[in-house]
């Protein structure tokens, strides 16, 4: 009996019910579909407020800043008060944000306050995201993370990375749609003030609290459900009490971008999610400048949205797709992914009409659809169970360090010469490839492990 005990408490949970992961997915497609909705309009914003595209970019700097710090500390956190509050406070964190952001913008369009000003104050409120909307994805992540085999989890995570993915179709599908007289292009900002609020006040009530079973659990984090329902009377879906992936926070090491089993991975996510930003960050810059439409910004909102929604659409088809398909693993993804985004990046830069536009982003976004997943997987992989919480961490904080600079990088080198930018990209892409064959674990080693 006593020999059989470690066996059955490190044996994998049963899957995640469709309801809970449905759940999970909404609240990462949420703030997905937001963030690219303001990417859609940005572009026209900056040019309606006459300032340098440098600077648009640059008043996100602030906040993908804070993600790096912050998140790790939520992820930290989530060990400790459970997947749920940490999901709840990156919701918040989301919805303040954005509405403070679309006031800012308002007011700086309808000429109350000066374009310099209007820019530091949307750096300030969007700071909000990334200081506490950096909570929701490592909680999500180690919440899936901690309830799927090792066999299944590259699939498990791709599904739940495919939400931004979805969510990236649905932003710029809609941003155009919600540009109303009299709010103008702050629309999008209203409207997902309003879906971000529906998607908290659904995750209170359908996601049953998880609190980690630990001595010092803070009942504070029980009162706002109603319930003690994290403590004993609560039965996860593996039918054991509690979270199953931590027993004693105390006891897990914290981990760092240095941690020896994670370094290969954050190496290749550094560098690709670098690639990735500099895309992101010239795509509606340059859809203005090669279609010419630089003097009706208001106009430009629909071509820049057409151009995401392909490349996220190509993103989905990556991961709903290409990775479950051909059941690939997350050296793999990595691998091929980097090898498209290079080629993909090539045919962008080279475009000169919104076919040509739309095609080569599209390819590129298929690429890092791959890679993202991979890396992520990959990190997941690399740890136990029960550090989880931490891989999550050092996960988003890497995600979000390729967003402090890289945008503004890429939007500077396109705005002084655009085949800089792209050769900068690309050798990105390269060098992924090249560090990755020789450093990142195989494919079956890492699922086996």
């Known amino acids: 009996?006593?020999?059989?005990?470690?066996?059955?408490?490190?044996?994998?949970?049963?899957?995640?019910?469709?309801?809970?992961?449905?759940?999970?997915?909404?609240?990462?497609?949420?703030?997905?579909?937001?963030?690219?909705?303001?990417?859609?309009?940005?572009?026209?914003?900056?040019?309606?407020?006459?300032?340098?595209?440098?600077?648009?970019?640059?008043?996100?700097?602030?906040?993908?800043?804070?993600?790096?710090?912050?998140?790790?500390?939520?992820?930290?956190?989530?060990?400790?008060?459970?997947?749920?509050?940490?999901?709840?406070?990156?919701?918040?964190?989301?919805?303040?944000?954005?509405?403070?952001?679309?006031?800012?913008?308002?007011?700086?369009?309808?000429?109350?306050?000066?374009?310099?000003?209007t820019l530091?104050?949307?750096?300030?409120?969007?700071?909000?995201?990334?200081?506490?909307?950096?909570?929701?994805?490592?909680?999500?992540?180690?919440?899936?993370?901690?309830?799927?085999?090792?066999?299944?989890?590259?699939?498990?995570?791709?599904?739940?990375?495919?939400?931004?993915?979805?969510?990236?179709?649905?932003?710029?599908?809609?941003?155009?749609?919600?540009?109303?007289?009299?709010?103008?292009?702050?629309?999008?900002?209203?409207?997902?003030?309003?879906?971000?609020?529906?998607?908290?006040?659904?995750?209170?009530?359908?996601?049953?609290?998880?609190?980690?079973?630990?001595?010092?659990?803070?009942?504070?984090?029980?009162?706002?459900?109603?319930?003690s329902s994290g403590s004993a009377g609560h039965s996860d879906d593996d039918g054991r009490t509690g979270e199953p992936d931590v027993h004693d926070p105390d006891a897990i090491p914290k981990m760092g971008w240095f941690e020896a089993r994670l370094r290969p991975w954050v190496i290749a996510g550094l560098l690709g999610g670098h690639a990735h930003a500099m895309v992101l960050g010239i795509a509606g810059f340059l859809v203005l400048d090669r279609l010419g439409l630089r003097g009706a910004p208001a106009e430009g909102a629909g071509p820049v949205g057409i151009v995401l929604m392909c490349g996220a659409i190509a993103t989905l088809l990556a991961q709903w797709g290409v990775i479950p398909r051909l059941n690939l693993g997350p050296r793999a993804a990595i691998l091929s992914g980097v090898a498209l985004a290079a080629l993909g990046t090539i045919l962008f830069g080279a475009a000169q009409n919104l076919h040509g536009i739309a095609l080569g982003y599209a390819i590129a976004s298929l690429g890092f659809g791959l890679f993202r997943p991979g890396f992520t997987a990959g990190a997941s992989l690399a740890v136990s169970r029960s550090e989880q919480g931490e891989a999550s961490g050092v996960v988003a904080s890497v995600t979000g360090a390729a967003f402090v600079f890289a945008p503004a990088l890429g939007v500077w080198l396109y705005g002084h010469s655009d085949n800089l930018a792209f050769i900068v990209i690309v050798a990105l892409c390269i060098a992924v490839a090249i560090i990755g064959w020789g450093s990142l674990t195989s494919d079956d080693t890492a699922e086996q492990t």
């Open 1 to 117: 009996m006593d020999a059989a005990k470690p066996a059955l408490k490190d044996a994998p949970p049963k899957p995640i019910s469709r309801d809970r992961m449905a759940l999970l997915f909404a609240v990462m497609l949420t703030t997905a579909a937001g963030n690219t909705a303001m990417q859609s309009v940005m572009p026209s914003i900056g040019t309606a407020l006459r300032v340098d595209d440098v600077w648009i970019s640059l008043a996100y700097t602030w906040s993908a800043l804070l993600w790096v710090v912050c998140a790790p500390i939520w992820a930290r956190r989530s060990d400790r008060r459970g997947r749920k509050a940490m999901m709840a406070l990156g919701l918040i964190g989301f919805i303040v944000s954005m509405g403070l952001c679309g006031l800012v913008l308002w007011f700086g369009l309808a000429g109350l306050i000066p374009a310099f000003w």
């Open 120 to 227: 530091i104050l949307f750096a300030l409120s969007r700071s909000l995201y990334g200081g506490f909307g950096s909570a929701a994805p490592p909680a999500v992540q180690a919440y899936v993370a901690a309830r799927t085999a090792r066999s299944e989890r590259t699939q498990a995570l791709s599904l739940i990375a495919s939400s931004f993915g979805l969510g990236t179709v649905l932003g710029p599908a809609l941003a155009p749609l919600l540009i109303f007289p009299g709010i103008g292009l702050t629309g999008p900002f209203l409207a997902f003030v309003i879906l971000g609020a529906v998607t908290l006040i659904a995750l209170r009530i359908l996601l049953p609290d998880d609190e980690p079973r630990y001595a010092a659990r803070g009942a504070t984090y029980d009162a706002p459900f109603g319930s």
